[in-house]
């Protein structure tokens, strides 16, 4: 269960990539000798990022790699921004989020999976564990989610979040009026 005031005081989420929004498995290889990454990612994430905005809520992402998918993803839901190439040092990236959004530390989630989102994740408001996380990002999360990254933790999430708020009916019944109109003027 999901401590009320602590899911009503957020105003921002922070996601990792690999781990969390991905099972963490790169896809390598080259064509004509240009490199090329591939990550997989869950659809039904990216409809829990898309719900946690439309809740007002700001989604940024901080990966310590550099990757094209990420920046696709990224502009595909829309986020609020994405920062890539931290390496393990996350921390000085999320600061410069949150006062560029003016949103205090106590006022973030993070989810995080492994050793180079402990430092974030010791300083945010609520930090969050997907299933499959180290037992280090466990001990130091005040939710853990019961699906893996890549797999829907973010949807868990954002499901589990919205509900603590009482805002998950009203955001879920917005989507469904959108796609109901917009299948009725085809």
């Known amino acids: 269960m999901m401590d009320v005031e602590q899911a009503r005081r957020i105003r921002m989420v922070g996601l990792d990539v690999d781990g969390v929004l991905t099972d963490g498995g790169i896809y390598l290889g080259s064509v004509d000798g240009t490199p090329l990454e591939f990550k997989r990612y869950d659809i039904q994430d ?14 940024v992402v901080i990966t310590g790699r550099m990757s094209d998918s990420v920046r696709m993803r990224g502009e595909e839901l829309g986020m609020d921004a994405v920062v890539q190439g931290t390496g393990p040092r996350k921390l ?29 994740m010791r300083v945010v408001g609520m930090p ?14 005040a939710v853990t989610l019961q699906r893996n990254g890549g797999h829907g933790a973010v949807r868990e999430f954002a499901e589990r979040l919205l509900g603590a708020r009482g805002e998950w009916d009203a955001v879920v019944e917005r989507y469904v009026s959108g796609l109901v109109l917009a299948g009725a003027t085809r």
């Open 92 to 120: 000085p990236a999320l600061r410069e989020l949150a006062a560029q959004f003016d949103v205090a530390m106590e006022e973030i989630a993070f989810l995080g999976d492994d050793l180079p989102d402990l430092g974030v």
């Open 46 to 59: 990216g409809l829990g990022v898309r719900f946690l905005m439309d809740a007002g809520l700001r989604v």
């Open 128 to 141: 969050v564990a997907v299933a499959n996380a180290s037992s280090e990002v466990k001990a130091i999360s």
